[in-house]
């Protein structure tokens, strides 16, 4: 069993920065892979970026280039430092873990969630 828990969230302005944490609880073995997804109103969650145990990254090409992915290890903290803030970020970010090697940045590829963080951008 794994527990997550999001901060960081708030409102920015456009073309500002925000980083967002999750502090994991739990058997380490079961998130080895760790991502951040978001989901806006009426929209499907979309996974934004992940890293695997070995640091090795992946981004979705609206992330990427903007958005930074890491983990602190010794704290059990993931991280996503966003850049460059568009509205269009708007949304409902999510940590997620999973026990098995990344691969796939798809919501069915993590078996486990945090609560969310708002994040919102204004023009």
């Known amino acids: 069993q794994v527990q997550l828990v999001e901060s960081g969230g708030g409102s920015v302005q456009a073309g500002g920065s925000l980083r967002l944490s999750c502090v994991a609880s739990?058997?380490?073995?079961?998130?080895?892979?760790m991502g951040w997804f978001r989901q806006a109103p009426g929209k499907q969650r979309q996974g934004v970026a992940s890293?695997?145990?070995?640091?090795?990254?992946k981004y979705d090409d609206s992330a990427k280039g903007r958005f930074t992915i890491s983990k602190d290890n010794a704290q059990n903290t993931l991280y996503l430092q966003m850049n460059s803030l568009k509205p269009e970020d708007t949304a409902m970010y999510y940590c997620?873990?999973?026990?098995?090697?990344?691969?796939?940045?798809?919501?069915?590829?993590?078996?486990?969630w945090g609560q969310g963080t708002q994040v919102t951008v204004s023009s």
């Open positions: 890293i695997d145990s070995n640091g090795r990254t």
């Open positions: 739990g058997n380490s073995y079961s998130r080895r892979c």
């Open positions: 997620a873990a999973d026990r098995r090697v990344c691969w796939w940045l798809s919501r069915d590829a993590f078996g486990f």
